[in-house]
């Protein structure tokens, strides 16, 4: 079992930064992932690393904006977000699992607001 805590969301302006924060507890050999959900659209995939840190994916969207990075030694994981879009507003959720693209674990999510 992993259980993950997201934290450093918040309400900024347009061109501002932010730092997620996932604390994970439990199994610690697994692959972290954001993903984000829009009001009244679907969940999408933003950003996944791998246990050891040595692989990453990233979303066309938030390329060259978003960086996901982990602390394994202290079960932490996290998505630097720079020059924020209106369009990245959602509920943003960590996730775990054995896979870049197979998740098990999930967050409670935590809530981003870009206003403009």
């Known amino acids: 079992q992993v259980q993950l805590v997201e934290s450093g969301g918040g309400l900024v302006q347009a061109g501002d930064s932010l730092r997620l924060s996932c604390a994970a507890s439990?199994?610690?050999?697994?692959?972290m992932g954001w993903f984000r959900q829009a009001p009244g659209k679907e969940r999408e995939f933003v950003a996944a690393i791998s246990w050891s840190g040595g692989a990453t994916r990233h979303t066309d969207s938030v390329k060259g904006r978003f960086t996901i990075s982990r602390d394994s030694a202290n079960n932490t994981g996290y998505l630097q977000m720079n020059s924020l879009k209106p369009e990245d507003t959602a509920v943003y959720y960590c996730?775990?699992?054995?896979?870049?693209?197979?998740?098990?674990?999930w967050g409670q999510g935590t809530e981003v607001t870009v206003s403009s």
């Open positions: 439990g199994r610690t050999f697994y692959a």
């Open positions: 996730a775990a699992g054995p896979g870049l693209s197979l998740y098990s674990y």
